[in-house]
């Protein structure tokens, strides 16, 4: 009897974890993070798997007038990236044709020319005809009413908080590592 007791008290026991498992398993990650995408190489890429990490999305081309702010971009993952910093570039050709490359092509250009370690997803459509359903979300006034509106030009800002909330944009001309950028990831880096 005394053990049968134990044995249903450890059951018991074990309940409410297998429970809260069970839960946080059907809890989907929030909307700008619900995209699978295919990454340079080829691989899928699903964005959940950044849930809880703060995302700084950044539009990117290989022949641009901001094409050097891979280096502070790669400075800024390898500064953050052991914090929950991840830097995500997004290739596109919208602008300037100035990403004409493969997706070889421009993994070739960013690991020989910046050195490039953060994630990168294959070349996306980030305005007008054929807008990857990532950026719709991103631009859209229904989806993102506080930073929404087309993008401008390559090297675009997006930063996504731990919670997956859009909390920042940053336009083209604004650098990575200037005191805005890097306040407002050390800030989301600071919340748990």
Known sequence: MRTAVLGLAAVLAAAPVFAA???????????????KMKSLDGKDMDLSQYQGKVVLLVNVASYCGNTPQYKPLEALYE?????????????ANEFGKQ?????????????????????????QVVKGDGICPLYQYLTSKDTDP?????????????????????????EPKVQPDSDAVVKAIEAELDKK
């Open 79 to 91: 500064k953050y990236g052991d914090k929950g910093l991840i830097v995500l570039g997004v290739p």
């Open 146 to 170: 506080m930073f929404a509106g087309d993008i401008k030009w390559n090297f675009t800002k997006f930063l996504i908080g731990r919670n997956g909330e859009i909390v920042a944009r940053f």
């Open 21 to 35: 498992d069970k839960d946080s398993a059907d809890k989907k990650a929030p909307a700008v993070l619900n995209y």
């Open 99 to 123: 990403e004409p490359g493969s997706d070889a092509e421009i993994a070739k250009f960013c690991d020989e020319t910046y050195h490039v370690k953060f994630p990168m997803t294959s070349k």
